[in-house]
């Protein structure tokens, strides 16, 4: 294929891409903001209406809110250490290196719905009542796998002899591991935490079975079936791409800091 077609192939592919991702999220922010309850043009005017309902009214939306965000975090902090021990690993190529990879990564192909009613019959069987916490072993499973994707693609072929090299310089173990190796991975170890906070927080088929009271997605999803679509929905959307915003400009924050150690 000539490369200027190629080119172009690739700039309307991406254009397309971009469209479909952000002209979605900037309509939802403006109807966030409409004074009528139309989820469709015209648009009526600017209005904090939909805001003080979800703040009132529909205030069950926010603790559904609370219980994501409380829910991401735990399994963001538990997964990060796991994703990011068993990369460390594959630092070295081990006995059944593979097969462990895959044993682990199967959990990211296994159908959500159909692992989820498995999981509720186990619960079931062995007596454990449902709950938030009992969310959290099927959020590690969907989320400890990206993190170790990244790991593994972040593995710099030289890094045995960077370490090597500054052991013989004197270096202890400790010292190694904090200046060289995690720096190395920083990059990879913080891609993995943001995944497991938004893989855990926007989780919904994995949770159907398995959360009780309501995630925010569950809660949504709620709201919808009983009422429809409206404005106060788009409302708590906004606040998401908020977040969203504020959690990659921390990750961009901590990324230049480690480049600039690595001097990248």
């Known amino acids: 294929m000539p490369r200027d077609i190629s080119?172009?192939?690739?700039?309307v592919y991406t254009a397309g891409m971009v469209f479909f991702i952000y002209a979605p999220i900037i309509t939802m922010v403006l109807f966030s903001f409409?004074?009528?309850p139309r989820t469709v043009p015209?648009?009526?005017g600017p209005s904090l209406r939909w805001y003080e309902v979800l703040f009132g009214q529909k205030a069950i939306l926010l603790e559904a809110f609370t219980r994501s965000i409380t829910l991401a975090i735990i399994t963001m902090l538990i997964a990060t250490p796991l994703f990011t021990a068993a990369g460390l690993a594959y630092k070295r190529r081990f006995r059944g290196?593979?097969?462990?990879?895959?044993?682990?990564?199967i959990g990211i192909i296994m159908p959500g719905i159909t692992y989820s009613l498995g999981v509720l019959i186990f619960y079931n069987t062995i007596g454990i009542d449902i709950s938030l916490w009992t969310a959290i072993p099927v959020h590690l499973i969907w989320a400890v796998p990206w993190g170790l994707i990244?790991?593994?693609a972040m593995i710099d072929p030289n890094i045995i002899y960077y370490e090597e090299a500054a052991k013989?310089?004197?270096?202890?173990?400790?010292?190694?591991?904090?200046?060289i190796t995690i720096p190395l991975f920083m990059p990879a170890i913080l891609g993995g935490a943001l995944f497991a906070f938004t893989l855990s927080f926007t989780e919904l088929i994995r949770s159907i079975f398995?959360?009780?009271?309501?995630?925010?997605p569950l809660q949504v999803l709620a709201e919808v079936t009983v009422w429809g679509v409206s404005p106060y929905i788009f409302a708590i959307g906004t606040l998401i791409v908020l977040i969203s915003l504020a959690l990659l400009l921390v990750a961009g924050l901590l990324l230049r800091g480690v480049f600039e150690k690595l001097q990248i």
């Open 7 to 11: 080119k172009i192939i690739l700039a």
């Open 168 to 179: 013989t310089l004197g270096a202890s173990d400790w010292q190694i591991f904090r200046r």
């Open 42 to 44: 015209p648009f009526d």
């Open 97 to 105: 290196d593979e097969f462990a990879f895959y044993l682990v990564t």
């Open 34 to 36: 409409n004074s009528s």
């Open 150 to 152: 990244l790991m593994r």
């Open 210 to 216: 398995i959360v009780s009271p309501n995630t925010l």
